[in-house]
C-alpha cells in the first residue's frame, strides 16, 4: 500500500513523464513514441516538492497527482545478502594452476605424389620417338 509523501495535486498532459527528480522535485520529460529519431527536450520541473527520500522505497506520482511512495519488493532481505557474500568470500578456494599441454610428436609430411597421367603420357611419348629411331635405323641396315 502507498503512502502519501507530499500534496502537490498535478494535473497530467498526454505524451509527458512525470518522476521525482534527485533534488525530490517534481519534473516530466517528453516521451519517446513511435519510433522516430528521440526529442532532446531539457525535463521541465513541475512542482518544488523537495522531498527527501529514504532507501528500500519507490518514489511516484500517483493518480491524484501527488508524491507517493511504496516499499520496493526485495528477494529475501538485505542483512542477508550481505551475509551470504561474507561467507562466499571467506570460502574461496585457492586458485588452480593452469593446465599445460604436452607437445606431440608431429609426423613429417608425405612427399607429394606427382601427377601418374603425366608421367604415362611421357612415357608413351618416348617409346614412340624410341620406336620411330630404332624403324629408320633397322630400316637403313636392310
Given at each position: 500500500m502507498a503512502t502519501k509523501?507530499?500534496?502537490?495535486?498535478?494535473?497530467?498532459?498526454?505524451?509527458?513523464?512525470?518522476?521525482?527528480?534527485?533534488?525530490?522535485?517534481?519534473?516530466?520529460?517528453?516521451?519517446?513514441?513511435g519510433g522516430g529519431k528521440p526529442s532532446r527536450t531539457k525535463p521541465q520541473l513541475v512542482v518544488k516538492a523537495s522531498v527527501e527520500r529514504e532507501d528500500g522505497f519507490l518514489y511516484f506520482i500517483d493518480k491524484?497527482?501527488?508524491?507517493?511512495?511504496?516499499?520496493?519488493?526485495?528477494?529475501?532481505?538485505?542483512?542477508?545478502?550481505?551475509?551470504?557474500r561474507k561467507k562466499t568470500t571467506a570460502r574461496r578456494r585457492p586458485a588452480r594452476k593452469k593446465a599445460t599441454r604436452k607437445k606431440?610428436?608431429?609426423k613429417?609430411?608425405?612427399?607429394?605424389?606427382?601427377?601418374?597421367?603425366?608421367k604415362a603420357a611421357r612415357k608413351t611419348a618416348k617409346r614412340k620417338t624410341a620406336r620411330k629411331t630404332t624403324r629408320r635405323k633397322t630400316a637403313r641396315r636392310r
Open positions: 509523501v507530499a500534496r502537490t495535486g498535478i494535473k497530467r498532459e498526454k505524451g509527458w513523464l512525470y518522476y521525482l527528480d534527485k533534488k525530490g522535485h517534481v519534473s516530466r520529460a517528453k516521451m519517446a513514441r491524484q497527482g501527488d508524491v507517493a511512495r511504496t516499499k520496493m519488493a526485495r528477494r529475501g532481505r538485505p542483512t542477508r545478502r550481505k551475509a551470504a606431440t610428436a608431429r613429417k609430411a608425405a612427399p607429394k605424389r606427382k601427377a601418374t597421367r603425366k
